[in-house]
C-alpha cells in the first residue's frame, strides 16, 4: 500500500530519471512511497502547494522553469535556498509549514567543484552560460570555493542581470559575443537547457578555447551532449550532470525521509543504461 506521495514539477518533463532514481531508493529502503512527473503550467503552481499543505503531497523537487517562480507560495525558505533564491526541493515541517530547499548547490559540490582540488579557482575565469535557477546555485557554490572571476552570459540579458542583482562581484557578457575571448576562460559551465535531448542545441561553435579548459554540462540527457562530444574530440576534460542529479537526489531524499540513500555501482550502472 502507497503511503507517501512525491514529484517533480515543471515543463517536458518526459526527459527526467527523478522517478526511476526515487522509486529505486523507496524499494531498497523499503519506504511505502510512490515519485512521479508532475508537468504543470505556472497557473498551476498555487494548487500543487496547497495540495502539499493537505498532505495529499509529502514533498516535491523543482526543475525548469519554477524553481524562483514558486518561493511566493511557500511559507519560508531556507539554508542554501536563502542565499540563492532558487529552490528545488519542497516539504511540509512539524508545523504545518510549507518549507522550500536547495538541494543543487550540495550536488554541484559533490560532484564537480569539489573535484576541482588541484585548481585555483581564484585565478580561474569562469564562464556560465544560463541565468535560470540552477545559475543562481552554480554561482554561489563557485563562490564558496573561492571563484572570484565569474561571467554569466544568457540569451536574454534580463535575466542575466537578475542573477548579476544577487551575486553583484560577476561579469555579464552579451549571448552574441560569447566566443570573444574564449581562449582566456579556464573553465566552462552550461546551466542553459541547450544540448538536452529532443531539445535545441548551441548555434556557437566554441572554437577557440583552452587545451586545458575544464567544461562542465549541468544536463544528464543525453549522457554526452553535441557540445561535450565535441570538447571530447579536442582533448578537453569534461563533465555531465548526471552526478549532480544523482547527489542533489540523494540529499532531497534525505531530508524527506531522514534515510541518507547509498549511491551504489548498481544504481549508476542503471541510469547509464537507461540514457542510452
Known amino acids: 500500500m502507497i503511503e507517501k506521495n512525491y514529484g517533480i514539477i515543471g515543463r517536458s518533463l518526459s526527459h527526467s530519471l527523478s522517478p526511476f532514481l526515487h522509486n529505486y531508493w523507496f524499494t531498497k529502503y523499503r519506504v511505502k512511497a510512490k515519485y512521479s512527473l508532475i508537468e504543470i503550467e505556472p497557473n ?30 511557500l511559507d519560508s525558505i531556507i539554508n542554501e535556498a536563502k542565499s540563492t533564491q532558487s529552490v528545488n526541493t519542497i516539504s511540509l515541517n512539524e508545523e504545518g509549514k510549507v518549507i522550500g530547499d536547495n538541494t543543487d548547490v550540495y550536488g554541484l559540490e559533490q560532484s564537480f567543484v569539489n573535484k576541482l582540488v588541484t585548481q585555483n579557482l581564484k585565478q580561474k575565469k569562469i564562464l556560465v552560460l544560463g541565468a535560470g535557477g540552477v545559475t543562481f ?18 540569451r ?48 556557437q561553435e566554441f572554437k577557440n578555447t583552452k587545451t586545458n579548459l575544464i567544461y562542465y554540462d549541468v544536463i544528464y540527457n543525453p549522457i554526452e551532449t553535441k557540445l561535450i562530444k565535441k570538447f571530447k574530440k579536442k582533448g578537453i576534460q569534461t563533465f555531465n550532470g548526471l552526478e549532480m542529479f544523482i547527489y542533489q537526489a540523494q540529499k532531497s531524499f534525505f531530508l524527506w525521509n531522514k534515510i541518507m540513500p547509498e549511491l551504489d555501482e548498481k544504481l549508476k550502472e542503471s541510469m547509464v543504461l537507461k540514457l542510452k
Open 137 to 154: 546555485s552554480v554561482v554561489y557554490a563557485l563562490k564558496n570555493k573561492g571563484a572570484n572571476q565569474i561571467i554569466v552570459s544568457n
Open 44 to 73: 498551476e503552481i498555487g494548487s500543487i502547494i496547497l495540495r502539499i499543505k493537505k498532505k495529499e503531497l509529502q514533498g516535491i523537487n523543482v526543475t525548469v522553469p519554477y524553481k524562483q517562480a514558486v518561493i511566493p507560495y
Open 156 to 203: 536574454t540579458l534580463e535575466k542575466a542581470e537578475n542573477v548579476k542583482r544577487m551575486f553583484p562581484f560577476i561579469e555579464l557578457l552579451d549571448w552574441k559575443n560569447i566566443e570573444d575571448g574564449l581562449e582566456k576562460i579556464d573553465i566552462i559551465i552550461n546551466a542553459t537547457s541547450l544540448g538536452l535531448k529532443g531539445g535545441e542545441d548551441f548555434k
